[in-house]
């Protein structure tokens, strides 16, 4: 057997082959959690939507005071070289930067050199049948702190997404709604979500404290050009129970109907008009 070819990777200024990658141990992305990421797709090697990626990614490096050199153009030719590198038309893109290695305490004495990291791998597909029937939520027990600093930014430090992910998938549902300690609802563990009123298209609030998905933002620019009347507001688990439709996005499955929450069901029709509407017109953005 030919032995199997290894992919290769983006580290600190430089390609190198995932099997020579190494990380040090005291890096503090792998200490603390203290570090970033972004994830997209690439469709026919053509970075989806890079640029909005890389200014949270810049923007939150900034509050979190990493150091952070790259810019839009750097990027894309990197993502360009590792597509090419790994023979990917389409894929995940993953880019990870921490704030690097530094055993001085929680609080580094020195300003640590930052490790970056991208990686690339084939994106396996969601079930098609998703889209057509729809996915199930339940609504987690853990609340999110609407004066938690982290929760809108994209960072390592995510072990309550995974608890909440893993208490949606052991019940036999997708993904879980967060609720935060003010009742609100704000996202869930890995997409942002969105409700269908009467033919308004309503999505939570950044102020009940919650990430700016980059595929939120573009179905609102898309309700906008369509001439959907769209809005963000502050509500309740209530509303979103008695949606027409209510659907999920983010930059890997784009547009998720949602037919069941806490096994109610979700609407008369799934996928719902609308959100049949901007799923296509979001599929057509990456064509």
Do not use: W
């Amino acid at each position: 057997m030919m032995p199997a070819m290894s992919n290769v990777v983006y580290l600190n200024d430089a390609i190198v082959k995932e099997t020579e990658c190494h990380l040090r141990i005291l890096d503090r992305g792998f200490l603390y959690g203290d570090g970033l990421f972004e994830t997209l797709r690439v469709y026919d090697r053509k970075p989806f939507r890079l640029d909005d990626h890389v200014t949270r990614l810049v923007n939150s490096a900034r509050y979190l005071n990493i150091p952070f050199h790259y810019t839009f153009q750097n990027l894309q030719q990197i993502i360009e070289q590792l597509l090419a590198g790994n023979n990917l038309q389409n894929a995940y893109v993953r880019m990870t930067l921490s704030r690097g290695s530094g055993m001085n305490g929680l609080i580094p004495a020195d300003i640590c050199q930052p490790t970056f990291l991208i990686h690339t791998k084939p994106l396996p597909a969601y079930p098609a049948s998703c889209y057509k029937t729809g996915v199930s939520l339940i609504t987690s027990h853990i609340r999110r702190s609407t004066t938690c600093p982290i929760s809108s930014h994209k960072t390592l430090s995510y072990v309550a997404n995974y608890l909440i992910k893993k208490e949606a998938v052991d019940q036999g549902a997708h993904d879980a709604l967060i609720l935060n300690t003010e009742n609100q609802i704000t996202e869930c563990a890995v997409s942002n979500l969105f409700i269908v009123e009467r033919n308004t298209v309503i999505t939570p609030s950044l102020k009940a404290n919650l990430l700016p998905g980059v595929t939120r933002r573009i179905i609102l620019e898309l309700c906008k050009e369509n001439r959907i009347h769209a809005s963000e507001e502050l509500f309740g688990l209530e509303r979103v129970l008695a949606a027409g439709e209510v659907f999920l996005t983010n930059s890997l499955m784009e547009v998720m109907p949602v037919s069941m929450i806490n096994k109610q069901p979700i609407g008369m029709l799934v996928p719902g008009i609308i959100t049949t509407l901007l799923h296509d017109k979001y599929k057509a953005l990456t064509l």
